[in-house]
């Protein structure tokens, strides 16, 4: 065996190690991109429905303020009293309505929780954006690495090397700091 031949075939291991470590972190980053895409998908629908529980909140607080409101013009009568009282029940209702702390069910509850939804899809969102791009930075390295192979120029290496440190950034700022590239959102 030559000692050209046994160059290329080590430098041929080197570069092939380096695909794999490449792939190994190409799977992690599709893998969390995954994930963090699952969660932003079941946090969008959690804020939605909330926001539809609001919505029909609001709309049966409106109906019931103007039945209110047309009891409230009727002429003193004989039901006066019942009148009355069922105005206090409905006055008692559409408090509970607008805030129901202890199940969680009142507007303003409601209008927490789906604020909370939406963040955590946005967070889903950022994060998601970080780790697609760290996916193709991957794949990108693992071209230009396996290009070195076949034509021998060990730029591509280096580039598919660096490629694949950018794409290691952009995964760690995915998990761990999202939002400290904002000119990636």
């Known amino acids: 065996m030559s000692g050209g031949h046994g160059a290329v ?3 041929n291991k080197r570069v092939a190690l380096l695909i794999s470590v490449l792939a190994l972190f190409l799977a992690f980053s599709e ?5 963090s895409q699952t969660d932003s998908i079941g946090a969008n629908v959690e804020a939605a429905n909330q926001w539809a529980y609001f919505q029909a909140r609001t709309i049966r607080s409106t109906v019931l303020k103007t039945a209110d409101e047309a009891l409230a013009l009727l002429p003193p009568g004989p039901n006066q009293d019942a009148i009355a009282a069922k105005r206090a029940e409905w006055a008692k209702t ?8 202890s199940t969680g069910e009142g507007r303003k509850e409601l209008s927490e929780k789906a604020r909370a939804s939406e963040g955590r899809r946005d967070l889903a969102l950022l994060r998601y954006h ?3 791009l760290a996916s193709a930075a991957f794949q990108i390295g693992i071209v230009l690495a396996s290009a070195e192979v076949i034509t021998g120029i060990a730029l591509l290496v280096f580039a598919g090397g660096f490629l694949g440190l950018a794409g290691a950034a952009l995964l760690g700022f995915g998990y761990f700091a999202p939002h400290a590239l904002p000119f990636f959102h």
């Not at 559409?94 to 702390?101: F, I, M, V």
Request: aromatic share 10%; charged share 30%; proline share 5%.
């Open 94 to 101: 559409l408090a509970r309505w607008d805030s129901e702390p």
């Open 9 to 11: 075939e080590g430098s």
């Open 31 to 35: 893998t969390l991109g995954k994930a």
């Open 130 to 132: 970080h780790y697609e």
